[in-house]
């Protein structure tokens, strides 16, 4: 099995290679070829030098490439990985400070921020798309670059691949719920509705009972259940009562947008963005990695707010390869499985994953009103941002940022949009 | 044809007379019975005085009756038109106010104060559906009363009676496009597609030839086209190029909320709000009817924003007693109208009238997808603004505002309602 | 006004001219180009000699033309209508005597005659749309070439431009209810649901009001109400009010086709097929036509079974060239419509015609459960006929013939098939 | 846990006790109720002893019950399983009988004979439901009672309860499949769509690899892979080809009908029909049955027609029991997962199974034109005859008759009515 690894200098890498080298036994990858770009071309080599330490203390047969050329890890390959970073986190601070200026919620993936990241994303990922059409036809592509749930719609409707969209999130909640109840995950299932990053976990399950209404009561009384970038701010209670599910932490944006701007703007001013924290902590990593002796994935890893991200990522590879049939939640093609989304849109849902992808499972709930119908204005937004991405196309683009719920008005619209087509110029080729 | 009139106490009656007596050779009016509450009692004898002289001076044969026994009124009638307003001019100040305490829109119809106004009218609608059901099961109901959209959808989902929900705007909306464009009503034509107070124009004909393109750069370089109690601020041109569509008045409070409500503020800081100016001119329209020598509808009748309200109600009563087979832009059922809200909802779309009632027709142009999505958001909360209006159901209260586009969040939705349920508390039974 | 018509040389286009001619003072045709072909040469010229007589004599200015020349005919056109026949009559009469002989149904329309005849059809009619898309862009297609839903839903399909089908059967019902009661059509409403030659009134207003129940009643009591082309079998009581609706004559051959087989396979042996028997009159039309003092649609040609033919087409062209907004039963893109039945099939229901064409209104009661699975599977015979059909496919020619309702085993179908392609050989270049 | 078995006297019951006795490790059954009315006391002793003898032999821990007391068995049951024949062998053979006197297609579940048990059954099942309701509310319904699509949409309609339709075709399929390829059932799998009885396998798996068209061509060439209680004709290669997937065997009645009608008059004049045939088997089998040294199921029963119930029946309650997620294809709502079918319609699809039931899962490939339209005209049948059973309503039931594809004509409908109804009046309490 050949695996490529687009953006293969990120400093996630290291943890992606533990999952490989845990799962050796029932997922036998034989190639791993880290790709980046000439940009990254140091990254890649730390990382590629503690992978390779990682492999051989493990003891474990993986023939490790490190490549700047895209087309030679592809071809052939099983798998496509796509991590990469468009303009590194440079880029992410801008895309955080940006929106702020605007009193907008400045942030990766939600809002003005999200969609200037995928202006930036969505070329480079419909290119891989096209080499992997001429040089590994059957792979499949796992992309786990944000904004995952927009990137991975541009797929569905321009990419002619076959491709999962991964997030963290999921079996994130899934595992602190598990830690929340003090249970092994494997006791714990979960229905989650919605698309990335803005989902709700509709079920609970313990040992196949429907623990829903309880959990939820409990759930409100606990912390901590929210992934590390995202302040960790109370939810209302009546609110979550009455809609009867567990809202995903990237909810908070829409559901206490002053707040979260506010915690945004005192951040900007004291700690800085949270892609200036993760410069930090990044630097840190590197440093780390850096040291010939560090043969494993270090603990600070876990802080990045990427946790269970090799777990993901392997399980989902796993059950492709070994045609499980077991469920996980993944962004794939709606079809009839969110009759109130467009067919094409992308949603991230439970799916039966086997050898032939992944197959969406109806909800066996209703998702509350207030849920769906802020589904659809996203996804509204989504659709537009995609096109806008695809083919540079700027009144797409106003229109989305428009109809963005935490964009307030069409003259905030224009306003960030002409930031962030000024300051980004570089990255956007579609918009020449 | 014998016609009830629920609010007949109010100061459009006149208007509506009008109507009667200009059309009744097509529309043979034979009773009007002007109904009204106790604290109306004046006001009704006012009006009912006024409307005997405009009928005398017209020399048509109309008996007006004037009673505060609804169901007296409702008997045997063919059409029962609901132009109420519980609470009077003081609740809409009230609605009016509220919502700028937390520096959210204030306003009749649109967002939180729509909804206070909702849930102090669905159940008197919905009593009236009763006494309908009971006394004048083949009547028909033509509700003018405002949510229009909201009232509507609650009798749609819970009224058990053939009802049609009517606002002026559509044909206001065409009255000006012909203006404008200096001919005859007679030879304009559009496809209006949205919910009340929430639509556009995706089509302007004339002659028949779609002329929409042509127009639209017409429209953004005049002035004049909103109805008199919105603010008549300047649309951003390029935001409507493409959307390729012209919004409804109503809209700037969705695309330009911050400016909007600068300007509520300022009013209600000097002229006071939309329902204390209404006060003064219905104050000095009413001495004006209280002449014994009027007996014509004033002219300042139409400032009061209701312009063309009879000529609305009058066309659609005409075309369903001569089953003419005519296109009217009405409030009805959705089914699979606009596929993408509920079937059940709502919306407010081109329909062939007759007999029958009114038949939705599909759109033949697809709608903005930055317009859909504002439609389904906002569907969502109607929805629930119903089930609030209709149980007294706090939780979906609570949910309905939440979602609403121009509640920026959980804890403003919360102030709000808190706010509204004890300012409103004598007029909503339903939540007790 | 520029109107082309192909398949001019039809015994049916006096039946046209008469139509224009009485029409012209709304309906302002000033050209009229009838088409045919080489084979066709002699009845054109004969058809052509009498149209010049019957406009000469009305003294009306249409500016007649006889060509074999398509593109001459239809470039600029405003309409282009399709009346033609493809291997004529005697190909006709073959579709009728084929499935005679393996104890199926052999019709013009229905069944396997109609696939053989859609077989055809289509390649020429998608060859006049890519002559119109060339040469007439704005052209609109009215199509009366029988199967007429299916060649429709070809052109839907396949066609790229704008197109009506036609038939005259819905207004031949109206036509049929009105003398019924004894009253003038204009008093008469219908609303017909289903595709060509498989509907169902399932409503009758009588000055708008809903009459269908005791219309029914007196319906199963008389007789008559058969378009001339199809034995007057009488109709199943209990069926029918079941149904609560009235069916076309062609559903004979669905819920009795025992009987009709019967009826045909006596014909056969004895007068005739249909086609034998049209063809005796269609020799005597022509005898008449040649008469150089006829200037007049002779009365013998409301035997041919097209009454009403030229009060459907010119009735159709008026709407669409005055914008009246008036409605009419044609056969039109579902959409919507019919929601159990795909979206891009041809409908045959009522339609809102104007302008810019003909927009389908949804049904206003539902439809026995029965008629929606006998149409959804007709449905079915008919997307894979097109396919057949429009590519020359003989996997989804065995396909269609399999489904269908009157061919009773894939045996059958297969010898109906080999059969079709081998005796109209000529006519079938997509089979080569 | 404790099961009830409806219709516990019948000769299958031996096959579902070894399946309790082989998996009482992973399903552990503690209390099993065999019910039976009167008439079935007899058979009810002789079965209830052999199954008492098994559970000895075995040495496992469950405790059989025997009882006339429906609702004693039921009383806080986890599994009700219904495997009852309303009227016994003597009905079906009346079922089979009756059609062919009119030329039809005389089949146990398919057709009229179907439709005439289903008026039998559903009244029975229905009131099953009630007792459900009131004595095991949390219980689950394992309907294995034929026409067991269409009873279980009875039951999705009006039963109130949890239940899930079963067959053993679905299973069968797959072992024929592995049996062909010589491979162990584990490493096949399969989708199928349809509805019961009517459905096509439309993928093939072989260790996760789809082989659908290679295994196509093989099973065109092999024998054998039909119910016992179909006659074996041979399937049109072409016909197969085209469709691309693999019909199940009940559609030969509806591919080539004559053949099998043909088939079913020669045996009813020699042998017997199915039925008259049975009624031997079943006769030696209680003689078997009655053995006082018999202790484990005869291998007789495997000629019954129904092999592999009982793998069927304890896989599905132990996938329930044990929350295991694999996938079955069983009888459930069809929700949106066959998009062309009535959402509250039964399908018998691919399900994940859990504690929780079966929740479809969406065809990943489209089914043939032809297959579609014959399920939904079939489904419009089945859909009638629902409303027929459960109201005892004659104009839905000839509706029913009248749109099943293997009723030839309103004329047949009408006879076939009239003696089902006349024949069965004992059963049929709702007609009178």
């Avoid at 895209?70 to 468009?86: C, H, K, M, S, Y």
């Avoid at 802020?374 to 695809?390: D, F, G, P, R, T």
């Amino acid at each position: 099995m050949k695996i490529a690894v687009i953006g293969g200098g990120s400093s996630y890498t290291p943890e992606l290679m533990e999952g490989f080298i845990y799962h050796i036994a029932t997922l036998p990858v034989r190639e791993v070829w880290l790709v980046d770009i000439e940009a990254g071309r140091e990254k890649l080599s730390v990382v590629g030098a503690l992978a390779k330490r990682m492999i051989e203390k493990a003891g474990v047969q993986i023939d490790l490439h490190q490549t700047l050329d895209r087309r030679e890890a592809i071809e052939g390959a099983d798998f496509v990985l796509t991590q990469l970073r468009v303009g590194l986190l440079d880029a992410r601070a801008r895309d955080e400070r940006i929106p702020l200026r605007y009193h907008c919620i400045g942030q990766e993936t939600t809002g003005a921020g999200g969609f200037a990241k995928a202006l930036r994303t969505v070329p480079v990922i419909l290119d891989i798309c096209q080499d992997m059409r001429e040089l590994a036809p059957k792979a499949m592509l796992l992309n786990f670059t944000n904004p995952a749930g927009l990137v991975t719609e541009a797929v569905i409707k321009y990419g002619g691949v076959k491709a999962i969209g991964l997030c963290n999130l999921p079996i994130g909640m899934r595992m602190n719920i598990a830690n929340t109840l003090g249970v092994g995950l494997e006791r714990i299932d979960t229905e989650m509705v919605g698309i990335n990053h803005l989902n709700w976990t509709t079920r609970v399950f313990l040992d196949g009972d429907d623990i829903t209404s309880e959990f939820l009561d409990r759930y409100l009384s606990e912390q901590g259940m929210t992934p590390a970038n995202i302040p960790d701010l109370q939810w209302d209670a009546e609110l979550l009562q009455t809609i009867g599910a567990i809202p995903c932490g990237y909810l908070r944006y829409y559901y206490m947008p002053d707040e979260m701007l506010a915690e945004e703007q005192e951040a900007a001013r004291t700690t800085g963005t949270r892609a200036e924290v993760v410069k930090k902590v990044e630097a840190e990593l590197f440093d780390l990695y850096r040291d010939p002796n560090l043969a494993i994935k270090p603990k600070q890893l876990e802080q990045r707010g990427g946790a269970y991200y090799s777990e993901a990522a392997v399980r989902l590879m796993d059950s492709i390869y070994n045609n499980t049939k077991d469920i996980q939640t993944v962004n794939v093609r709606n079809g009839k499985t969110l009759p109130y989304l467009p067919e094409d849109a992308s949603v991230e849902v439970n799916c039966v994953i086997g050898r032939d992808g992944a197959i969406p499972l109806p909800p066996t709930v209703p998702l509350a009103a207030s849920s769906r119908g802020l589904l659809q204005v996203v996804k509204a937004y989504e659709s537009l941002a995609v096109e806008a991405a695809v083919h540079g196309d700027r009144a797409a683009a106003l229109e989305a940022l428009t109809v963005h719920p935490l964009v307030p008005s069409v003259a905030a619209a224009k306003q960030l949009l002409h930031d962030i087509l000024a300051e980004n110029e570089a990255y956007l080729p579609q918009f020449r």
